[in-house]
């Protein structure tokens, strides 16, 4: 079969490896219909990721049709269509029984980071039973595979951390796919304002269609007086660390209201300063979180009734034989526009 093979730091190719096999009773090989690629994947080819080896095969996310299962699962069986979660999860070990599947003792974020990811005809999926989930009849196949990380993270990590609340007043700082994620699972909750910060444009016009009140171009470096005058001095309820660099968070220090909540979900690779000495006394809460997924039997039926439409997110579409060329195009978003990139195997 074809995969993206991560080779080092700045390398990666598209080779023939052959098709995974069952290795644990409780495995599935998959065969992969659509994947995609994360602002995760770039982290990994920028050599962020030291748990990820040479070798590996990248991506964790995506949809396809269950191709052979081993003896212990009982969920699925051949030809089953499921969509992908982006955590392996045990679903017994005392994390996964909490809900935490992305600190599960033997699985977590494990798919194209320690073991062979999806990018690729066919993979091998551990946990099968806990860590794929059935895909409807019906369903858009494209607006599923935004549901392997991209919609549980921006709804997990941003939304329900943050503590979203009707009437409330939400910033979400950061508008590529995560940030946009975010956008659209906080409209379950019907806050009174969500206003957007980015440098893109493309991205800011886009999350007016998705439903922002406000945009906000970080550019101007006034993002803080703007947020405060849109909110008669008193910042936001809810501020979402949508990027992963020490600006983005310290913007949302800078926002946030009291008694309110920053809840981040960027990847941080290097340090922030926490300003204690302005926030100590007002009331604040600070979150962060590793995606767990563990909506997405809520989030599935949210998208068969069309509460959102996740597909909006989709910007582009290759084969999987021209894989680099998707890499090329996301890795160039902001003149390629591209949000995400589907790649049909
Ligand atoms: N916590 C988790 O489980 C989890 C899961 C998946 C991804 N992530 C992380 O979420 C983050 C966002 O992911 P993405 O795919 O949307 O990334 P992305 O790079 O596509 O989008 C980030 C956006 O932030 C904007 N930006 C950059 N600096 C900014 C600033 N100072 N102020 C405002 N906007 C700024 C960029 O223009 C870009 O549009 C990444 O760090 C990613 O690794 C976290
Ligand atoms: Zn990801
Ligand atoms: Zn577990």
Redesign the pocket.
Known sequence: MKALIYQGPGQKVLEDRPIPEIQAATDAVVKIAKTTI???D??ILKGDVPSCRPGCILGHEGVGVVERTGAGVTTFRQGDPVLIS?ISACGKCDYCRRGMY?HCTTGG?ILGNQIDGTQAEYVRIPHADTSLYRIPEGADHEALAMLS??LP??F??GVLNGKVQPGNTVAI?????????ALLTAQFYSPAEIIM????DY?LQVSKRLGATATIN?ADGK?AETVLQMTGGRGVDTAI?????P??F??CEDIVAPGGTIA?????GSKVHLHLERLWARNITIT????DTVTMPMLLKTVQSRKIDPKLLVTHRFKLERILDAYDTFGR??STQA?KVIIEA
Request: charged share 15%.
């Open positions: 994360c602002g995760t770039l982290h982006c992305s974020w990380d991209i993270t921006g997990e990590c700082v950061g508008a590529g796919p995560i940030g946009l994620a910060v980015d440098f893109d991205r970080a993002i660390e949508a990027v992963g660099v600006a983005s310290n913007t981040n979900v960027g990847v941080h962060t979180r590793l995606v978003a902001a949000l």
